[in-house]
Each structure stands twice: as structure tokens, then as C-alpha cells.
């Protein structure tokens, strides 16, 4: 909150975050249900999320650093960071209020080194981004780590590849191997590849936001968050004038224009120049030429809005994506700090 009132809000719908989890939960199955956390909570707030979602029954929350980690409260659930640990990291690591996710061989040999208590350990099995090698768990390199959960990331399970019932093979021949008490592969669209996909524990992200990864999800989904733009100016464009940077839209006819706080310093990115669109009291208003960096101009023909009143931008994420070129994570972790966040359960 602030002691001011600023001219954007995301309105934050608390009881769809955790319809959401919820219903990635139940698909499951018998495997633990966690969430991702990082990015600070895929931008609508880490410390918000969280607490909601530990309330709704969420045991394992995960975020990319320490940095993160340190910056939530005391959940009292498991708390692990999915980018390891590095030097720099160690001190912070050692005081117990998250796991590492040990993702290559320096990694392990630093915490073993250093005494380091329980862990986890990211294996590669084929998106060549993280985690140690296969072989390297045959050479003995996690020999005498106390191991809580070995994970695996699959690369192409928002579509209906081959690498996924690869990843799937190979992260199931280390069954047994590590020692470790869970294994962990599936994100999101993973849950939606089947019940041989879900191991002991899921990691859902996107989907718990209201993103739709895969369209089996998509009628258990729900929006979480929705811009609203103040108003700053209305004017009239007169036929033949045009509007924003570089002049990419004509007015056809004399056009009632609404300029409104809201531009791609904010994550409403350039691609929808041209073809976003908002609303005003359920009427339509397109977007008008570019989008600036704090600025966009909508068409306030039909609306009729005045400086000072709201409006609202669509929260279908599958839909903006499309429209925008961005994918539904850009459009969700680019959401600027000058939102007011209200969170609404």
C-alpha cells in the first residue's frame, strides 16, 4: 500500500489464486502440490501469494534465489531455491531458512564441504539449463547428501513432444538412486501430461496465476489479475490527425481520444500497439497508435469517459499473449512496481 493514491491498480482476486492451486492440487493426484513463488510471486507479490497459498494447504513453496527467500516471512512450510547456492550465498544458506537446489557438481561439493544439512538436487534430463548430468549421480557425486527431493524440468510440456515421454524415462530410471525421499519433475503443463508425470511432488507456476499452459487446464482456471488505468486526458483528434510516436495511426474521422497512465514501462508491452484493447463500464475502447513508455491513447467514441475515471484492460492471458507476441510469463512477471496491488479474497 502507499500513503498516496497512484493512477494503476491491479486488482488481485485472492479466491482464484486459491481456486487455482486447488484445483491443481486435486489433478495431482497422490503426488504433494506445491508452488512457485519466484519473481516475486510471478508479480503480483510474493508475500501475498504465499501466505494465501500455505493458508489454502501448500507445503512446498519454491523461489529462484536467496535474495527471494530471505524476503518472504516465516511460512512453516518447505521453502527451497531453485538456483542453488553460490559463495556468495553460503552464509545466508547455512542459516536454515530455505533448502538449496543443488544444480551443478560445485554446488554439491560446496554444501557437502561446508556441513551442509538437508538439500535438494536438480538433474538434467535434457533442457541443457540446469542440473548435474545422470552420470554424475553414477559416479557417486550425491553420495552423502541428506537429500529431500531430486528434480528434473521438462522443456516442451506446453506441447505434445517426443522430449517429454523422454524426460519422463529418464528422470524415472533415477528412481532409487539418490537416495532422496521425493522426486519432483512436473511445472504446470507437466500435470497436465498425465499421472506418470507427477512423481511425488508438482511445481505448478503460471497455472496457479491464472496462465494457461495447456488448454486440458483451461476450464479449471482462473484469471488473478486485472489492470485498471486511470484517465489522465481527453481530447479531441481531429480527421486526418494522428496519434503517439511516429505518427502509426490516422484519425479517419473527428475521435474522441482518452490518454491513460499505463505504457510498457508498466508491462503493457508495444505489441499491442495498434490491436490491445480496454474497457469502460463494459464498452470497448482500442488502442490507438503506439504504446509509449507511461502513456497509451484509447478511442473514446463509444465509452465516453472523462479525465479522472477508470479503465479496465482484459486479464485473458492466452488471449494477450496472442495478441501481444509475449508470452503469458512476460505478460505477468513484467507488471511494473507503479500498480497499486488490492487484493481482493
Known sequence: MTDHALPLRLRLDGAALVAN???LDRLSGSAACGAAVKADGYGLGADQVARRLVAAGCRDVFVATWAEAAALPALGVSLSVLHGVRAEDMALARSGIARPVLNTPAQVM???????????VMVDTGMNRLGIAPADIADGLLDGLALETLHSHLACADEDSPMNARQRDAFAALAGRTGARRMSLANSAGIALGPDYRFDL????LAVYGGIPRGELAEGLAPVATIEAQVLQCRIVPAGGT?????TWTAPCETRVAIVNLGYADGYWRGFSG??????????????GRVSMDLLALGNDAAGVGEGDWVTLPNDLPAA?????????ELLTGLGSRFERRWTD
Open 21 to 23: 492451486w486447488r484445483y
Open 110 to 120: 560446496r554444501w557437502k564441504d561446508a556441513g551442509g544439512g538437508a538439500c535438494d
Open 202 to 205: 508438482t511445481r505448478p507456476g
Open 243 to 247: 496519434v503517439g510516436y511516429n505518427a
Open 275 to 288: 490491436r490491445g484493447t480496454a474497457s469502460a463500464g463494459g464498452v470497448a475502447m482500442p488502442v490507438l
Open 321 to 329: 499473449a496472442a495478441l501481444s507476441g509475449m508470452s503469458q510469463y
